[in-house]
């Protein structure tokens, strides 16, 4: 992969917060340093821990994906709260917005249909990873659900803003239990880890 240095943006620079959100090619002017400089410089202020986000995704690729029938949707973002040690962290917008962008882009623009994506979200991942009682809206099955409007629902998630719930999902249950509310943390937390079915 060749990233130029406008396609690197620091995320989490603890010691050095004013770099936080920022691109590599704009921290080295704020150091007034060549780009290659001023990432060693961070990297040595920050002890070699500089989580950053690397601007490298195709998006034809993406849409090819998308529209493969063995295709699924899934992150390996981590389940964060905007509250807490958390609360200042920049992580990458897909923790709040993965799967809205699938509903509000893709979905919207045609790539694959509403039934298509649900599958690809629910069915077809709890399949794959053996959950037997979840994926699908059964009698029996746990009762996780994601209530949304199709025609609202969208990523708002950015980069530099990156802890924001979507617009366009007032409901949410896990385990049959209401979690998000009116678009707003009720404060309940029944959810729990799962390991392969």
Request: aromatic share 10%; net charge negative.
């Given at each position: 992969?060749?990233?130029?240095?406008?396609?690197?943006?620091?995320?989490?620079?603890?010691?050095?917060?004013?770099?936080?959100?920022?691109?590599?090619?704009?921290?080295?002017?704020?150091?007034?340093?060549?780009?290659?400089?001023?990432?060693?410089?961070?990297?040595?202020?920050?002890?070699?821990?500089?989580?950053?986000?690397?601007?490298?995704?195709?998006?034809?690729?993406?849409?090819?994906?998308?529209?493969?029938?063995?295709?699924?949707?899934?992150?390996?973002?981590?389940?964060?709260?905007?509250?807490?040690?958390?609360?200042?962290?920049?992580?990458?917008?897909?923790?709040?917005?993965?799967?809205?962008?699938?509903?509000?882009?893709?979905?919207?623009?045609?790539?694959?249909?509403?039934?298509?994506?649900?599958?690809?979200?629910?069915?077809?991942?709890?399949?794959?990873?053996?959950?037997?009682?979840?994926?699908?809206?059964?009698?029996?099955?746990?009762?996780?659900?994601?209530?949304?409007?199709?025609?609202?629902?969208?990523?708002?998630?950015?980069?530099?803003?990156?802890?924001?719930?979507?617009?366009?999902?007032?409901?949410?249950?896990?385990?049959?239990?209401?979690?998000?509310?009116?678009?707003?943390?009720?404060?309940a937390l029944p959810g729990k880890a799962l390991r392969r079915g």
């Open positions: 992969l060749n990233y130029g240095w406008d396609k690197i943006l620091v995320t989490n620079a603890k010691n050095n917060p004013q770099y936080n959100g920022k691109h590599i090619q704009e921290i080295s002017e704020m150091m007034n340093l060549e780009a290659f400089e001023a990432y060693i410089k961070l990297l040595i202020m920050e002890n070699t821990q500089v989580p950053s986000v690397m601007f490298g995704m195709n998006e034809e690729d993406v849409r090819r994906v998308m529209k493969s029938p063995y295709g699924m949707v899934g992150s390996d973002g981590s389940a964060i709260s905007p509250q807490g040690i958390w609360e200042k962290m920049i992580p990458h917008p897909r923790l709040y917005g993965t799967f809205p962008r699938v509903l509000g882009y893709y979905v919207r623009e045609g790539v694959i249909s509403l039934p298509e994506a649900g599958r690809k979200m629910t069915g077809a991942p709890a399949q794959k990873m053996g959950f037997k009682d979840r994926g699908l809206v059964r009698e029996g099955d746990v009762a996780d659900i994601t209530v949304f409007h199709p025609d609202e629902v969208r990523d708002v998630a950015t980069f530099t803003d990156p802890q924001r719930y979507a617009a366009g999902i007032p409901y949410v249950l896990v385990h049959g239990e209401v979690v998000i509310e009116n678009s707003e943390h009720t404060g």
